[in-house]
């Protein structure tokens, strides 16, 4: 389908725009989804193909593909991945956007305007510096930068879903009500999606639910800090995501496969793969 231009010179065809509404509604419905992070675009397919209603990128798994950690890809790597991922599925994808890889506002919205370009349906920003001294950024600073965000994402002709993040448990200040402070004024901001990764045990997810109006997204991941989705659900939250964990299923197998062909000769994992036909009936 041909492209058409509007407002925010954005190129954006129907079909980005038909996802990002489709994005928008899963939000609205009384019952929770799980968004699942893909880290290239054939697990992306197979991931729709099973049936996920949108996908989410990892940065972590993005930074994994090119065999670096977390926080060490640059801004043209993290959309050149979105694009990858958007481009492969007729789902929403929603983009890990980091820091919006630029500490001032005017960095984050153009990393907003750029992902729209990639074709995403939304995108994440977060309060994490990046900087271990200072890992937090300050009240007013975080408040700023989702604004302009916000206003980035309102200048386009569809949309867009923002997600706001608040970081303090995954970064050493596991401060809840800093936490619940500091997604109330981002919702205030007009972000549509709030985000805490990392918060303990329901009760912190219920206390965070409560305190909002807007869909709260949960990030499982963590043991010991992943609920069923029906628990989950039940708290409050609307959007489940899965961060690196279905990443890190796959490397997984990757390792305890190759462990088992170097140290006892052997190839039974073989016995429980899918086959290869299985595999390739959901890719393009």
Not at 1 to 25: C, I
Not at 60 to 84: M, Q
Request: charged share 25%.
């Amino acid at each position: 389908m041909a492209s058409s231009r509007f407002p925010g010179d954005v190129a954006m065809t129907a079909t980005q725009k038909d996802k990002a509404v489709t994005f928008r509604a899963l939000h609205e419905q009384p019952r929770a989804f799980v968004i699942a992070n893909a880290w290239d675009a054939g697990s992306a397919q197979l991931l729709a193909g099973l049936g996920f209603p949108a996908i989410a990128t990892s940065s972590a798994a993005s930074a994994g593909t090119l065999g670096r950690p977390d926080g060490r890809i640059t801004r043209e790597e993290a959309i050149a991945h979105a694009k990858a991922l958007s481009d492969a599925v007729d789902v929403p994808v929603s983009a890990d956007l980091e820091n919006g890889f630029g500490h001032s506002p005017r960095d984050v919205a153009e990393t907003i305007r750029l992902a729209a370009q990639a074709g995403v349906a939304g995108g994440s920003i977060e309060d994490h510096t990046g900087d271990a001294s200072r890992p937090i950024y300050d009240f007013e600073q975080a408040v700023e930068r989702v604004a302009a965000a916000v206003e980035a994402a309102r200048a386009l002709s569809f949309p867009f879903t923002l997600t706001a993040r608040c970081e303090n448990f995954l970064h050493g200040h596991p401060d809840l009500d800093d936490t619940i402070k500091r997604l109330q004024a981002f919702e205030k901001a007009g972000a549509d999606v709030l985000f805490a990764p990392g918060l303990p045990d329901l009760k912190a997810v219920r206390a965070v639910c409560s305190s909002l109006t807007k869909p709260v997204n949960f990030m499982v991941g963590i043991p010991g800090r992943s609920f069923s989705v029906a628990e989950l659900q039940d708290a409050g939250v609307r959007r489940i995501s899965l961060a690196t964990s279905l990443h890190r299923a796959a490397m997984s197998g990757l390792y305890r496969a190759a462990l088992e062909i170097k140290d006892q000769g052997t190839f039974d994992f073989l016995d429980t793969l899918v086959s290869s036909k299985e595999l390739g009936r959901f890719l393009r």
